[in-house]
């Protein structure tokens, strides 16, 4: 993908499509509202 080709409305399609996803197959999924600091353990 070229970096023209990101759009915030591409992204946006992105995340909805993820979470759809992850939704459908029981998967954990993380809302971030502002900044990205999450401690994940596996």
Do not use: P
């Not at 946006?12 to 353990?41: C, P, T, W």
Request: proline letters at 0%; charged letters at 30%; aromatic letters at 10%.
């Amino acid at each position: 993908m070229e970096d023209e080709d990101c759009t915030m409305e591409w992204l946006l399609e992105e995340n909805a499509r993820f979470l759809e996803m992850s939704s459908k197959y029981g998967a954990n999924q993380i809302l971030i509202h502002d900044a990205y600091a999450v401690d994940i353990h596996l």
